[in-house]
């Protein structure tokens, strides 16, 4: 089957599917495999031509608290020797909050990407599979409570701060949310930005959390390669004090007032880590709650 029309096939054979009654299965096809769940996707936005991000139908039953993440995919291509296709899944960040009737997601496109080259083609109607088994430890049961929310993203790590900026227990539990967001280009910065502002003019939060709520909002992005109005790693940026000179903060990060969430690649994080626990906070986790917490992001 052309690749092109693969969402096609899935809306056809899982709309057909809803029809049956819950308890028929329907005769198992060894061409293919068990059904998977499917969501419709309902828009999509290309940012750069390494960036897009897409809204779906979010399947009714879909509880998640924001910041964590799914698999979602396609189906894959036949196996040449079995000719069974099998879902081809990756972790993504749901970008939506809890509350938003559908789901949003923010993803890299990778031209030689087993998935990422063939998902930059989705298109409003098609159908993409999600399992529906949220996890992820960049939520606020992982954190002790504190005063001040640092939200550190490079690239698509930004994704899960996108759910928690929108999420009203983000400013019931903090005085002040900051979101620095670090890119190679400004281009890779308008989805952080645009959303920043939407949130900032958004009625509705206003009227769930609170007129002024926005005002604990603190964005901070900057480039690495490119310049712009904001310039250098986040890491240097800490490390020489500029970010706490930049937003007023005196006395730079403590333990007992500042708790963090950190999502980028790999050496990021790592960087991170060894900041954050060199100003004495600790790795948090759902199991036991700290005053910072760590997720690689998934798709890169
Ligand atoms: P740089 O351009 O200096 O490598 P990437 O596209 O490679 O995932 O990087 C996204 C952004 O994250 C880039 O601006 C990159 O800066 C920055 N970055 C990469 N590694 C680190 C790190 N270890 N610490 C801080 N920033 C990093």
Redesign the pocket.
């Known amino acids: 089957m052309p690749e092109d029309q693969m969402p096609e096939a899935l809306a056809a054979a899982s709309s057909s599917l809803a029809d049956l009654p819950r308890l028929v299965a329907p005769a198992p096809d060894p061409a293919t495999i068990d059904w998977p769940d499917t969501v419709t996707v309902t828009h999509v936005a290309h940012w750069t031509d390494r960036l897009f991000s897409f809204r779906t139908t979010r399947p009714r039953s879909l509880r998640f608290r924001s910041g964590e993440f799914v698999m979602i995919g396609l189906m894959g291509e036949p196996d040449p020797q079995t000719g069974k296709r099998r879902p081809l899944l990756r972790a993504y960040s749901i970008a939506s909050p809890d509350w938003d009737d559908e789901l949003e997601f923010y993803s890299i496109k990778v031209q030689d990407g087993p998935l990422t080259s063939r998902l930059q083609h989705i298109r409003p109607g098609d159908e993409i599979i999600l399992k529906p088994k949220p996890v992820g430890t960049l939520v606020h049961d992982a954190l002790l409570p504190g005063k001040r929310l640092w939200f550190f993203a490079?690239?698509t790590g930004i994704a899960p701060y996108a759910s928690l900026i929108r999420e009203p227990q983000t400013y019931h539990d903090y005085d002040q949310v900051i979101l620095t967001h670090?890119?190679?280009e400004v281009a890779?910065l308008e989805y952080g930005r645009r959303l920043v502002d939407e949130v900032r003019r958004d009625e509705v939060l206003a009227e769930l959390i609170g007129e002024g709520f926005a005002d604990k909002l603190l964005y901070y992005p900057?480039?690495?390669?490119e310049e712009s109005p904001r310039m250098g790693?986040?890491?240097?940026l800490l490390e020489d004090g500029t970010v706490f000179r930049d937003l007023g903060i005196e006395g730079g990060l403590s333990r007992e007032t500042d708790r963090a969430m950190v999502c980028?690649?790999l050496?990021?994080n790592?960087?991170?880590k060894a900041f954050l626990e060199g100003h004495g906070l600790r790795e948090g986790a759902n199991s036991e709650p700290a005053e910072y917490v760590v997720e690689k992001?998934f798709v890169?």
């Open positions: 490079t690239g670090t890119c190679r890779e900057t480039t690495t390669r790693r986040i890491t240097t980028g690649s050496p990021f790592l960087d991170m992001a890169g």
